[in-house]
């Protein structure tokens, strides 16, 4: 069953908005890295996050004390039900479902938690914080939010798991029962995660991202929220989602991603959005591109936006949708010219582009894509 995309909603480090972020993005505008660091540590991280004016008028009790994943994830679910023109009422509350992407999950409040109990012991353990540290937390508040009362799920991936998301919608909109599926991915960022990622040698100690380069120096973390109305009517078309699979080793990555393209480019394809970040997924999913469509045009957001991880899915799939009814594909930032791809290193015009392919090859080992449509 084919499901179309019915409204969007973007949270990201460079603003808030599907049209005010996408112009930026067309102008070739990236996010500003800012340091953060820990107290007793001397080691600092450049990130990109989110501006707190792009959270400004988000207010509800549920979201007094929750973490700021659980707040992107309000402002971009809110933007995309808006968007679709959909108001939830008591008689329709019960017809819509929510799916929430996460990887990483409430990293802030989850170390000040345990902080707490090696801190001062067990009886610091917190009751108001506790709740933020589970998984599924922003998908109860934005369900308390909205007032959804239908199936509520969250999945936890690497950043693959955005469109594993898409592929359980459509599972459940199998279901004559449900009208709509709201899928949201976010991410929050902290030192801690920095960390991590620099340990297992992935991380940049500072901008830019430089994709698709022969040497991988790694990426920038970022955090934020993406957020679609998936319908059985709508702007864009989600023609075929590929589940994808899982890989043992990076050098493994390249044959899943093959596999993905052959199934998707069946048809003519004009676009990829690729998910190259500076890391070993720029090489697996060049020579994939090289392979098997090697006349599509490419581009990749990731070094004006950082790596979302859990939100990069979504990002990609509205940067893909709003492309296609643009007719335009943004810049790709800090490219060699070197790259053997066919890149949009410009403001490229796209008139009369039909289809495209979004990529996401996690870091955990998981990759999968979708192929869009516009009629």
């Not at 991936?157 to 199998?174: H, K, W």
């Not at 319908?231 to 093959?258: D, Q, S, W, Y």
């Not at 991880?309 to 490219?335: D, N, T, Y």
Request: neutral net charge.
């Amino acid at each position: 069953m084919s499901l179309a995309i019915a409204g969007m909603g973007w949270v990201t480090p460079l603003g808030t908005g599907v049209d005010s972020v996408w112009e930026r993005l067309l102008q070739s505008q990236e996010a500003s890295a800012t340091t953060i660091s820990e107290q007793f540590v001397d080691r600092a991280y450049n990130v990109f996050r989110v501006p707190e004016s792009a959270l400004k008028g988000i207010s509800h009790p549920r979201l007094r004390r929750a973490s700021a994943i659980s707040r992107f994830a309000a402002a971009a679910g809110l933007q995309a039900l808006e968007s679709a023109g959909l108001k939830l009422e008591s008689q329709n509350a019960e017809r819509i479902a929510l799916i929430f992407a996460i990887s990483n999950g409430g990293v802030i409040y989850t170390k000040r938690f345990y902080h707490e109990i090696v801190q001062t012991g067990a009886q610091a353990a917190s009751p108001l914080l506790f709740p933020e540290t589970v998984f599924n937390a922003p998908a109860s508040h934005l369900a308390a939010i909205l007032g959804v009362t239908g199936a509520t799920y969250t999945l936890v991936g690497d950043g693959a798991v955005g469109l594993a998301a898409i592929t359980m919608a459509e599972a459940l909109m199998a279901n004559e029962a449900l009208d709509y599926c709201l899928v949201v991915g976010t991410e929050e960022i902290d030192w801690l995660l920095c960390d991590a990622y620099r340990r297992w040698r992935l991380l940049r100690m500072a901008p830019p991202i430089e994709p698709f380069s022969k040497q991988n120096r790694g990426m920038i973390l970022s955090e934020g929220a993406g957020a679609i109305v998936l319908a059985r009517n709508g702007f864009v078309t989600i023609e075929r989602a590929h589940p994808g699979g899982h890989f043992r080793r990076r050098a493994e990555a390249g044959k899943i991603l093959k596999r993905i393209l052959c199934d998707l480019g069946q048809v003519e394809i004009d676009f990829v959005v690729s998910s190259a970040n500076g890391t070993f997924v720029d090489q697996a999913e060049s020579q994939a591109l090289q392979e098997i469509v090697p006349n599509a045009l490419v581009y990749t957001v990731t070094p004006a936006l950082g790596e979302g991880v859990g939100a990069a899915g979504l990002w990609r799939i509205i940067l893909a949708a709003q492309a296609l009814r643009s007719e335009e594909v943004p810049p790709v930032l800090h490219a060699d010219d070197s790259v053997r791809l066919r890149l949009s290193i410009s403001r490229t015009p796209i008139p009369s582009a039909r289809r495209a392919i979004v990529l996401s090859c996690g870091l955990n080992q998981q990759a999968a894509g979708l192929r869009l449509a516009i009629q």
